[in-house]
C-alpha cells in the first residue's frame, strides 16, 4: 500500500512583498464583490445570467475607470481567475449542487489564486 505524505508550506514574505499580497487579494475581494452585485443588478432588472466571457468586459471596464484605477496596478491573472470562480460558483448553484454565491469580507477572502501555465 502506497504511503501518502501531505506538505505544508508558508511563504515568509517581506513587509512591503507582504503589503502587495494584500493589495492583491484586496482587489480581488472588490472584484468579486462587484461582480456579484452587478449580476444581483441584472436579475433584478429581469436580465438573463452574464457568464464569464461578459464579466471580462466588466473587469476591462473597471480597471479603465477612472475611479477604479487602483485596479490596473494589480495583475489582472488574479482578478479573471477571481471572475472564473464566481462563474462556477453560480454554475454550481444553478446546478442546485451549491448555494448561492455570497459577497466576501475582508476577514474570509484574504488570498487568491494564479495559474501561470
Known sequence: MPIIR???FQIRATPGLERQLRRF???CRWVWNEALEEQKARYA???KYAQYESM???LTAWRNAPETK?????????QQQTLKRLDKAYKR??????GFPKFKR????SSFR???L
Open 6 to 8: 501531505a506538505y505544508k
Open 25 to 27: 487579494s484586496g482587489a
Open 45 to 47: 432588472r429581469g436580465e
Open 56 to 58: 471580462a468586459k466588466w
Open 70 to 78: 487602483w485596479l490596473s496596478e494589480t495583475p489582472i491573472h488574479v
Open 93 to 98: 448553484f444553478f446546478k442546485k449542487e451549491a
Open 106 to 109: 475582508y476577514e474570509l477572502f
Open 114 to 116: 494564479n495559474y501561470l
